[in-house]
């Protein structure tokens, strides 16, 4: 078995830890002794994280099972997305947005900010390196991590001190359970390979799912002469974008901090309704709760209209209630009894963290959502240095907030081990990689 070091000079310093490595099992083709943490996901929270620890001089690894940064954002958004916020609530730590990018970046101004961002940083992610285990090993104290690379299928095995899961809350696409999927005949594809309506031209199609993606696929199916029609299955809050001249995001925060949420709720609700009419007309019937409550108690995001509400109006738009099967000949049968052809149907039902399926461990996510089980703000950290970054349910804001708290952390750690530590030898690592 061959070992090498990597990006820094201390910790990993034990030769017993050398022996104990050796009397693996089954041992992998090569050992990767990272001094620093590593980071599995190179989406925005991956990076913030990188850089905060760089800024405390902490050096670490991230793993990529793609071969971009930002999976999410390059390959699986559709054309027209922008960023929902305005974007001095998204920006990364240390790195506000170029002045002359708009108040909603685009998917493509996005991108290109996060790899400035990289560059800035000189963060560097090993791509195609797919995480399928990640294990504590209290034989060693160190983590093990094992990615099987697509190069030559090279199985590796990082060990760490360190470990912080960055894949989000968004690794993997939600598909439900439709019954008689195999008998439409038609296409049924989820938003993360919906690209753009201009293909769906002419045709009637079914978005299922009302969230924020949900909303725009129909407007922008709309916009390039399809015809959709939206499943409304849950209750849900719509609120305009903008109030008074101020994204309704940037005005809900300012009011925060004088006056408790429920009121806050309430006077969003108000002037909801004054701007967008009543949405339960419209078959969009509002939740008990209020939108900030809901979204403090269960992460559930209300939507921000961008102009559906009037195609929806217009008749454009049609509402539709939850599924009950999909028939023969591209038919659906509603829960309402009521039967429909369509030409395709695509899936807006959102994404699940995918953290169950590698990491080994059972105290800090939960095996049935993959998020912390502690909820904000106390769910970025675990125990035996294991971290959580991008599962707040509050996006970039959240992001960076736990980053900031991961690097502080660990820079404490670092600097106390830092005087008691002595570097890798060559001796005892050879830098070869080979098996």
């Known amino acids: 078995m061959d070992y090498t070091t990597i990006q820094g000079k201390q910790s990993l310093d034990d030769p017993s830890l050398i022996h104990k490595m050796n009397n693996l099992s089954s041992p992998p083709r090569c050992v990767v ?86 560059t800035k940083f000189d963060i560097q992610p090993r791509f195609n390196e797919t995480v399928s285990t990640a294990q504590y090993d209290p034989a060693v104290g160190f983590w093990r991590v094992r990615t099987a690379g697509s190069e030559n299928g090279v199985e590796t095995e990082y060990v760490t001190r360190w470990l912080i899961a960055a894949t989000g809350e968004n690794a993997e696409a939600v598909v439900p359970k439709l019954e008689g999927i195999m008998e439409f005949g ?55 974008r903008e109030m008074l001249g101020k994204s ?71 509402v539709r209630p939850a599924i009950k099967r999909l028939k023969r000949h591209r038919a659906v049968e509603f829960a309402d009894g009521r039967t429909e052809n369509f030409d395709a149907i695509v899936l807006a039902t959102g994404y699940k963290s995918n953290v169950p399926s590698w990491l080994k461990e059972g105290e800090m996510f939960s095996k049935e959502d993959g998020l912390p089980k502690l909820p904000f703000p106390n769910g970025w950290k675990g125990e035996r240095g294991l971290y959580a970054v991008g599962f707040t349910k509050r996006g970039l804001l959240g992001a960076s907030m736990d980053a900031k708290r991961i690097a502080e952390d660990i820079e404490r750690c670092w600097k106390a081990e830092a005087k008691h530590s002595t570097p890798f030898t060559r001796s005892h690592l050879p830098l070869s990689l080979s098996p």
């Open 248 to 318: 309704t995001f940037g005005l809900s925060m300012l009011l925060l901090k004088w006056l408790p949420i429920r009121l806050v709720d309430r006077l969003l609700l108000v002037a909801s309704r004054l701007l967008l009419g009543n949405t339960s007309r419209l078959g969009l019937i509002r939740p008990k709760l209020g939108p900030l409550e809901l979204k403090n108690l269960w992460g559930k995001t209300p939507v921000l209209d961008v102009g559906t509400l009037a195609k929806i109006r217009t008749g454009d738009i049609q």
């Open 33 to 118: 002794c990272v001094p620093g943490p590593v980071i599995v996901g190179a989406g925005p929270s991956g990076l913030a994280t990188a850089a905060c620890l760089k800024n405390k001089g902490v050096p670490s690894v991230i793993l990529e099972r793609s071969n971009c940064l930002a999976s999410l954002w390059q390959l699986k958004t559709y054309d027209r997305l922008r960023l929902h916020l305005p974007k001095q609530f998204c920006e990364l730590p240390f790195v506000p947005f170029p002045s002359d990018f708009p108040t909603y970046p685009t998917k493509q101004q996005f991108i290109r900010y996060l790899e400035d961002y990289a």
């Open 186 to 240: 038609g296409p049924i594809r989820h938003t993360s390979l919906y690209k753009t309506g201009e293909e769906f031209k002419g045709n009637k199609v079914l978005v299922v799912g009302c969230g924020n993606s949900g909303m725009e696929v129909c407007l922008d199916l709309c916009n390039h002469n399809a015809r959709p029609s939206l499943v409304v299955r849950d209750t849900v809050h719509v609120l305009p």
